[in-house]
Antibody
Framework: QVLLQESGPGLVKPSDTLSLTCAVSGYSISDSNWWGWIRQPPGKGLEWIGNIYYSGSTYYNPSLKSRVTMSVDTSKNQFSLKLTSVTAVDTAVYYC????????????WGQGTLVTVSS | SYVLTQPPSVSVAPGKTARITCGGNNIGSKSVHWYQQKPGQAPVLVIYYDSDRPSGIPERFSGSNSGNTATLTISRVEAGDEADYYCQVWDSSSDHVIFGGGTKVTVL
């Protein structure tokens, strides 16, 4: 059974960098899959942040591209998200998920972690 | 950029059928995936490749996709189906994931 678990600070100051990690268990991150990050502001819909391949190739949401960096650590079986220059609008629940190659759907998802941007 | 349009809300009586639409330009040429999200929980995949159900998803959930509209159908609706539902595609012209705005299903 594949499980994903997000971790990182729950509170980030404005203008700082948001950093999250997604630990994968029950599956090798190197087994030719894409992995993704999605966020959901309180009371709003889902917003795609980006995808990363185990080799490091990426696709980013153009609205966030200038501030987003994703990376993979195969030795730790995890992947990470960095979002720079955050503001209050970046306050959201951040999810990581496995992406099924070919159809590009997300399954399973991590439980999500709330990140609040506030001073 | 590609846009997916969902109705904000759908109401349905228990035992009846709920239909949730997802509109997009020539969406029939894309693969559509659907997620169910209950309050305080992560989204769960309920339909992939337009009409395939993952293991563990009841047969009451079905999907179709043609022309400019994809549809998630929930038959014999139960109280436990009350949730937000999101459609999603991969836009190969831009290499981006697109989510619909979500539909809140209320069981009367």
């Amino acid at each position: 059974q594949v499980l994903l678990q997000e971790s990182g600070p729950g509170l980030v100051k404005p203008s700082d960098t948001l950093s999250l990690t997604c630990a994968v268990s029950g599956y090798s991150i190197s087994d030719s899959n894409w992995w993704g990050w999605i966020r959901q502001p309180p009371g709003k819909g889902l917003e795609w942040i980006g995808n990363i391949y185990y080799s490091g190739s990426t696709y980013y949401n153009p609205s966030l591209k200038s501030r987003v960096t994703m990376s993979v650590d195969t030795s730790k079986n995890q992947f990470s998200l960095k979002l720079t220059s955050v503001t209050a609008v970046d306050t959201a629940v951040y999810y990581c998920a496995r992406i099924w190659t070919g159809g590009n759907w997300f399954d399973p998802w991590g439980q999500g972690t709330l990140v609040t941007v506030s001073s | 950029s590609y846009v997916l349009t969902q109705p904000p809300s759908v109401s349905v009586a228990p035992g009846k059928t709920a239909r949730i639409t997802c509109g997009g330009n020539n969406i029939g040429s894309k693969s559509v995936h659907w997620y169910q999200q209950k309050p305080g929980q992560a989204p769960v995949l309920v339909i992939y490749y337009d009409s395939d159900r993952p293991s563990g998803i009841p047969e009451r959930f079905s999907g179709s996709n043609s022309g400019n509209t994809a549809t998630l159908t929930i038959s014999r609706v139960e109280a436990g189906d009350e949730a937000d539902y999101y459609c999603q595609v991969w836009d190969s012209s831009s290499d981006h994931v697109i989510f619909g705005g979500g539909t809140k299903v209320t069981v009367l």
